[in-house]
């Protein structure tokens, strides 16, 4: 804590975590994912991807829109396999989808045909839950997201803030040990946003200062395009490059927790770190731009 | 007891009273509009009908091929007063719209089995798809007298033809349904916990019902076709049946009659086909401009 957090960019593969006995939550080891474009050429999404999340640890990664950010999530989600390297989930290598992984979309994920209940307990009904304590876990999570109101509502009914409230309760239930979000408040208008951020930092009670353990809190990795988000909600900033992706730099966010989103973003420290973290982002998305201005043309 | 109250109501409760004026003068105009397109409806109805029943008095058209509402509607109450020459007209409807309906829920129920079968395994939509494509292709109401040699002049040749009909075009939209389901929705199901067959019978046939439901009234439609058309080549009851005899006795008023039946019958069903849908689809909004 004493290392001043402006002047200390973290190099590219290595963590600010210490490495003990304990596995890291999630682990990848030169991940690449190349995808079959329908034209049959091949698109690299991910390149020789190295990136280290801690237990309990809340990892924003930020990157130019399109750039494979979201193919990472689904690498470690286990929804898509990598054509090379390695990712661990646990210090286990993913085969497939994991019970302690949970995953909020960036668009609506939520099932249109059941009700707000329904949906909640769709998880732990698929895992074999009870119907009677799936649903005793799913108006407890209602309860918490403040939707306990409109558990017979259906999706359509609701705003997209509530839509969102009830996807975070749909993950949340499972109690995810790693929570995967993809862009999740990026269809937001900016108050609602700032709202759910919020919410988020609240459900999630991570951060080891504001006195929870931070081994029950989830490990987190937050994808966006939104820079501000990114500290205002993260342990470690992670930018990646244009296309294909790899991790270019790695930042730490050492603000004090609890954080108010609105409120942090206001201090100077905030602002150094943004300036600090721009300088190293807005130059990939200068590349993004170019090369898109370069396909067009 | 003050003595002001009776004042102080008036002028608060005027402008009130004129909100409603004016909320009830709107509400009338609705009325009146809906009064006014019913009445023109029924105008137009009476036009036409008139028309026809005065150009055939006249002998302007031929009465003997075109008939006329008046010997349509004479024979309509024959025929229900005392039966038709095979039996009562309540048991002719009741055959054509068995043997259709019997051939619908067949038809619907393999096209819509097939579909989402075909729609979640690849490897066998790739073998069957071209053969699917050649029998799609076929004018399938050619099969009717293939059926009738097969199943005889009983309902089950009928209900064949039926189900050729109705097959095709629940089939191809059951597919589409599941092919083109949201895959965020499978992602979310995924990650959620479900399983294959969970993903199946959770996600994608719930996503595919809209599409599946489209084709439904359609295929409905079809259904009494194939009915008909099977009982039009050859059969002992049914509607087509008295088509085919009316035409077979010169009796031109009975095609028509047979035809207004139908019409009625098949408006019948589609009524009770949007009702279940209704029901079904509570999730969904009702209007694309819904509020919710």
Redesign the interface.
């Given at each position: 804590m004493n290392t001043p957090p402006a002047n200390t960019p973290v190099g590219k593969g290595t963590n600010g975590e210490p490495r003990g006995g304990v596995p890291p939550a999630v682990e990848l080891r030169g991940a690449s994912k190349v995808f079959r474009t329908p034209s049959g050429t091949d698109h690299v999404a991910v390149k020789d991807l190295h990136l280290t999340v801690g237990r309990g640890e809340f990892v924003a990664v930020v990157g130019p829109t399109g750039c494979g950010k979201s193919t990472t999530l689904?690498l470690v989600?286990g929804?898509e396999e990598p054509t090379e390297g390695e990712v661990l989930v646990g210090g286990e290598p993913v085969t497939g989808?994991r019970?302690e992984?949970?995953?909020v979309?960036q668009?609506?994920?939520?099932?249109?045909?059941?009700?707000v209940l329904s949906n909640v307990t769709?998880?732990p009904r698929?895992?074999g839950v009870p119907k009677a304590e799936a649903r005793e876990r799913a108006l407890d999570w209602l309860g918490r997201v403040g939707l306990s109101a409109f558990a017979d509502r259906?999706?359509?009914?609701l705003s997209g803030g509530q839509r969102k409230r009830v996807a975070l309760a749909?993950?949340f239930v499972?109690d995810p040990g790693i929570l995967l979000m993809d862009e999740p408040f990026s269809a937001l208008d900016v108050q609602t946003r700032a709202l759910m951020s919020d919410e988020l930092m609240e459900l999630w009670g991570g951060g080891g200062s504001s006195g929870t353990a931070a081994s029950t809190a989830a490990s987190v990795v937050f994808v966006t395009h939104d820079l501000e988000e990114a500290i205002a909600l993260a342990d470690k900033v992670v930018v990646m490059t244009a296309g294909p992706a790899t991790v270019k730099e790695v930042f730490p966010v050492r603000l004090p927790r609890p954080r108010k989103v609105e409120a942090i973003r206001l201090e100077a420290e905030f602002v150094e770190i943004y300036r600090e973290i721009w300088s190293s982002l807005g130059e990939e998305v200068r590349i993004t731009r170019e090369r898109g201005a370069a396909c067009v043309a | 007891m003050p003595p002001v109250s009776p004042e102080t109501a008036t002028p608060a409760a005027a402008p009130r009273a004129g909100a409603l004026n004016r909320t009830e003068a709107r509400a009338r105009a609705a009325r009146h509009r809906r009064l006014r397109v019913y009445a023109a409806r029924a105008l137009l109805l009476v036009l036409v009908l008139g028309a026809w029943e005065l150009l055939a008095r006249r002998k302007v058209i031929d009465p003997f091929n075109f008939s006329m509402p008046s010997k349509i509607w004479d024979q309509i109450v024959q025929w229900t007063a005392h039966g038709t020459a095979q039996g009562s007209l309540g048991e002719q409807i009741w055959y054509t719209l068995s043997e259709a309906l019997i051939g619908w829920c067949i038809g619907v129920a393999g096209g819509v089995v097939l579909g989402i079968v075909l729609g979640r395994i690849r490897f066998l939509a790739d073998v069957l798809g071209p053969y699917i494509k050649v029998l799609n292709a076929l004018p399938r109401i050619v099969l009717a007298p293939v059926f009738l040699i097969w199943f005889g002049l009983g309902p089950a040749s009928k209900v064949a033809s039926a189900v050729v009909l109705v097959f095709f075009p629940v089939f191809f939209n059951a597919f589409q349904g599941a092919r083109e389901v949201?895959r965020?929705?499978v992602?979310?199901?995924?990650?959620?916990?479900?399983?294959h067959r969970?993903v199946t019978l959770?996600?994608v046939v719930?996503?595919a019902?809209s599409w599946i439901f489209t084709s439904l009234h359609v295929s409905f439609g079809f259904a009494l076709i194939g009915a008909i058309v099977g009982e039009y080549i050859g059969a002992t009851k049914g509607i087509g049946l008295l088509v085919s005899t009316s035409q077979a006795t010169f009796n031109s008023a009975g095609v028509y009659a047979a035809m207004v039946i139908l019409a009625v019958v098949a408006l019948l069903a589609e009524g009770l086909l949007t009702f279940a849908e209704r029901r079904l689809f509570?999730?969904?909004?009702d209007r694309p401009d819904?509020h919710?």
């Amino acid at each position: 804590m004493n290392t001043p957090p402006a002047n200390t960019p973290v190099g590219k593969g290595t963590n600010g975590e210490p490495r003990g006995g304990v596995p890291p939550a999630v682990e990848l080891r030169g991940a690449s994912k190349v995808f079959r474009t329908p034209s049959g050429t091949d698109h690299v999404a991910v390149k020789d991807l190295h990136l280290t999340v801690g237990r309990g640890e809340f990892v924003a990664v930020v990157g130019p829109t399109g750039c494979g950010k979201s193919t990472t999530l689904t690498l470690v989600s286990g929804l898509e396999e990598p054509t090379e390297g390695e990712v661990l989930v646990g210090g286990e290598p993913v085969t497939g989808i994991r019970p302690e992984v949970g995953f909020v979309f960036q668009q609506d994920a939520v099932f249109p045909w059941r009700t707000v209940l329904s949906n909640v307990t769709a998880g732990p009904r698929f895992r074999g839950v009870p119907k009677a304590e799936a649903r005793e876990r799913a108006l407890d999570w209602l309860g918490r997201v403040g939707l306990s109101a409109f558990a017979d509502r259906y999706p359509h009914q609701l705003s997209g803030g509530q839509r969102k409230r009830v996807a975070l309760a749909q993950t949340f239930v499972g109690d995810p040990g790693i929570l995967l979000m993809d862009e999740p408040f990026s269809a937001l208008d900016v108050q609602t946003r700032a709202l759910m951020s919020d919410e988020l930092m609240e459900l999630w009670g991570g951060g080891g200062s504001s006195g929870t353990a931070a081994s029950t809190a989830a490990s987190v990795v937050f994808v966006t395009h939104d820079l501000e988000e990114a500290i205002a909600l993260a342990d470690k900033v992670v930018v990646m490059t244009a296309g294909p992706a790899t991790v270019k730099e790695v930042f730490p966010v050492r603000l004090p927790r609890p954080r108010k989103v609105e409120a942090i973003r206001l201090e100077a420290e905030f602002v150094e770190i943004y300036r600090e973290i721009w300088s190293s982002l807005g130059e990939e998305v200068r590349i993004t731009r170019e090369r898109g201005a370069a396909c067009v043309a | 007891m003050p003595p002001v109250s009776p004042e102080t109501a008036t002028p608060a409760a005027a402008p009130r009273a004129g909100a409603l004026n004016r909320t009830e003068a709107r509400a009338r105009a609705a009325r009146h509009r809906r009064l006014r397109v019913y009445a023109a409806r029924a105008l137009l109805l009476v036009l036409v009908l008139g028309a026809w029943e005065l150009l055939a008095r006249r002998k302007v058209i031929d009465p003997f091929n075109f008939s006329m509402p008046s010997k349509i509607w004479d024979q309509i109450v024959q025929w229900t007063a005392h039966g038709t020459a095979q039996g009562s007209l309540g048991e002719q409807i009741w055959y054509t719209l068995s043997e259709a309906l019997i051939g619908w829920c067949i038809g619907v129920a393999g096209g819509v089995v097939l579909g989402i079968v075909l729609g979640r395994i690849r490897f066998l939509a790739d073998v069957l798809g071209p053969y699917i494509k050649v029998l799609n292709a076929l004018p399938r109401i050619v099969l009717a007298p293939v059926f009738l040699i097969w199943f005889g002049l009983g309902p089950a040749s009928k209900v064949a033809s039926a189900v050729v009909l109705v097959f095709f075009p629940v089939f191809f939209n059951a597919f589409q349904g599941a092919r083109e389901v949201d895959r965020n929705l499978v992602a979310n199901a995924r990650v959620l916990g479900a399983s294959h067959r969970q993903v199946t019978l959770q996600v994608v046939v719930p996503a595919a019902t809209s599409w599946i439901f489209t084709s439904l009234h359609v295929s409905f439609g079809f259904a009494l076709i194939g009915a008909i058309v099977g009982e039009y080549i050859g059969a002992t009851k049914g509607i087509g049946l008295l088509v085919s005899t009316s035409q077979a006795t010169f009796n031109s008023a009975g095609v028509y009659a047979a035809m207004v039946i139908l019409a009625v019958v098949a408006l019948l069903a589609e009524g009770l086909l949007t009702f279940a849908e209704r029901r079904l689809f509570r999730w969904k909004a009702d209007r694309p401009d819904g509020h919710g």
